[in-house]
């Protein structure tokens, strides 16, 4: 004699949502008691203190993770670490995007603030924020600034994406900007933008 019992199906499981996730852990950043921060970093030339936690920056950051094993670095064992030539502002975005994956509204900052958070985004070899940073800029890229983009694309940080991006905008536009007195000012100080441009339109017809 077989006697088959029938086998309810288990309730679905319920995963967090990768929203709340971020959530929580934003919350967890921008905990003003922070007491389960264990570093400290004294951030811009005020020093201003900014708390965060070892086991996070490690686990999302190449750099973090060899600044804090275990006998590797001085700050390895260090409860204060000092940023001084960076703004508090960019070094807080960086450690969102390290807690959440995301910076909210970066598409409102100026330019040279998210130029400086992509600075930052590769010194600590997070290559998806700077990524995020540069296609916020090419959104927002117009003939009012793409000098200035072109500039720290090419002169002050190498992006070859976003140099690329703002020659191919220079070229389209170049009815308009060659006429454009910063724009002209931009090439006569920096040569070199112009020889990029020349390549940039050789190669293209090659």
């Known amino acids: 004699i077989y006697v088959t019992h029938v086998i309810s199906p288990l309730p679905p499981v319920i995963v967090p949502h990768s929203c709340q996730l971020a959530s929580a852990m934003g919350a967890l950043l921008n905990d003003d008691s922070n007491d389960l921060a264990d570093i400290t970093f004294r951030v811009g030339p005020a020093e201003e203190p900014v708390r965060a936690h070892k086991a996070i920056l490690c686990a999302r950051s190449a750099y973090f993770a060899a600044m804090f094993r275990p006998g590797g670095l001085n700050e390895s064992s260090a409860d204060e670490v000092r940023i001084s030539e960076h703004s508090v502002p960019a070094f807080r975005k960086v450690l969102e995007f390290i807690y959440t994956s995301d910076v909210k509204n970066l598409q409102e900052d100026k330019f040279q603030d998210i130029f400086e958070v992509i600075c930052l985004s590769s010194e600590y070899m997070l290559g998806e924020l700077q990524t995020l940073c540069e296609k916020t800029v090419m ?43 910063h724009f002209r000012s931009v090439v006569a100080q920096s040569p070199c933008l112009a020889l990029l441009l020349v390549d940039h339109v050789s190669g293209n017809h090659k």
């Not at 072109?150 to 170049?174: G, R």
């Open 139 to 181: 959104t927002a890229i117009n003939t009012d600034n793409v000098c200035d983009c072109f500039v720290f694309a090419t002169k002050q940080f190498c992006s070859p994406e976003l140099q690329i991006y703002c020659q191919d905008f220079v070229i389209a536009n170049i009815d308009k900007l060659r006429v454009d007195e």
